[in-house]
């Protein structure tokens, strides 16, 4: 005869033994999709082409400085104001197809972090992710935009995540999700 513990000990078991099991069977709900509510950086969708940018960036009133898109880092230069301070803007392009994919602009006065922080924070909600100097704003769609206060300059970059993958397919040849 086996003690009592043992039988409870099996019991005990094969609960917890049918429970994982039915528990493999329940599928999770979905994750809700989550778009980044911005299409591209301002009057530039993203995707537009090499020389649209240029002529948009001029529209917008930023003066192109230098250019090296046929190498990289497949981007050109402009300056302008941004948040009312004077900024410089790096245009990234996808190296192919010369796609715009991501933005990102520097700001030379460490006390703007604050300023562009409320103003992504106003637009965006709280960011996704923040630790020390850098705040992230992610979305399912693999668009990211990132604040970064790097003394003595602050950093917003701005990518779109559907030419992110292009301009990782188009360097490496494939795209890893």
Excluded at 67 to 85: M, N, V
Excluded at 118 to 123: C, H, N, Q, S, Y
Excluded at 136 to 145: I, L
């Amino acid at each position: 005869m086996r003690p009592v513990w043992w039988s409870r000990g099996l019991e005990v078991a094969f609960c917890l033994f049918l429970c994982l099991s039915l528990s493999r069977c329940a599928t999770l709900p979905p994750r809700p999709e989550k778009l980044p509510p911005f299409k591209g950086f301002g009057t530039l969708p993203w995707g537009t082409s090499l020389e649209e940018a240029k002529k948009g960036v001029k529209a917008e009133g930023k003066e192109a400085y230098e250019e090296r898109t046929d190498q990289p880092p497949f981007a050109f230069y402009a300056s302008g104001i941004y948040l009312r301070f004077p900024a410089r803007f790096t245009y990234f392009f996808t190296p192919h197809s010369k796609k715009l994919y991501r933005v990102d602009v520097t700001l030379d006065d460490p006390m703007t972090h604050r300023t562009a922080f409320e103003d992504l924070t106003a637009k965006f909600g709280p960011p996704s992710h923040s630790q020390g100097n850098v705040s992230q704003w992610f979305w399912t769609d693999h668009s990211v935009v990132i604040l970064q206060l790097d003394v003595p300059s602050v950093q917003i970059a701005y990518c779109d995540g559907t030419h992110a993958l292009v301009n990782h397919r188009e360097r490496c040849g494939y795209i890893s999700r």
